[in-house]
């Protein structure tokens, strides 16, 4: 049997006028685009509402503000991450759902496989591996990636609280999750040169504040969250 759920893709944005048309013509359709401006100076916003995306301002800059800006924009019944800057495909995102609306996986993640040169810079797998590996001794969970192509019910999420708005929020996203008892799958995904320079990763300097703001994540006391399928109650449904 199929099961039918509304899906919105948060996908955050600082400049990226020169993917967003790759990006947003691999939304599956029927799917929303949240397009949240993080303070783009380069047209983003605009390309996004000609492209038909609904655009999300967020003025206060940091991945996470941003993806929590887009998941407090969304009405759906299942929300989606994905990177809006051309190195991952929101169309893999259906399989994704397929699992969460079936309830085979509470939260299911993305694991990033490089295609091509210079995918993923050896400084950022370095401290994507890190992590990975202090995720583990800290939750039990057995990820290789903490890629942020992922998919949730909305309201489990909000249930969540999630707090960082910086680059721990993904970090938070699963650490919360895994201390509520969600069911958390990995699935291997392409993962692709960018278009343009990454603001968080693209030196050694972007990719070590990253794993200082993910530390602080892991450093938090574990605190009980709603199991998935009893968060916040939503104001969603099929639009």
Known sequence: ?????????????????????????????????????????????GIARALGATVVPESRRGFGAACHAGLLASDADVVCFCDCDASLDPGLLTGFVAAVAAGEADLVLGRRRPRGRGGWPAHARAGNLALARLLRRRTGLAL?????????RRSDLLGLELTDRRSGYPLQMVVRAADAGWRVREVDVPYLPRAGKSKVTGTW?????????????????????PPAGQGRAGTGGAR
């Open 1 to 45: 049997m199929t099961v039918t759920v509304s899906v919105d893709v948060v996908l955050p944005c600082l400049n990226e006028a020169e993917a967003l048309p790759w990006v947003l013509a691999r939304i599956p359709a029927g799917w929303r685009a949240l397009v949240v401006d993080n303070g783009s100076t380069d047209g983003s916003a």
């Open 144 to 152: 290789r990636d903490l890629g942020p192509l992922r998919a949730a």
């Open 205 to 225: 300097r972007g990719t070590w504040q990253a794993v200082r703001d993910m530390s602080r994540v892991l450093a938090e006391p574990a605190e009980p969250a």
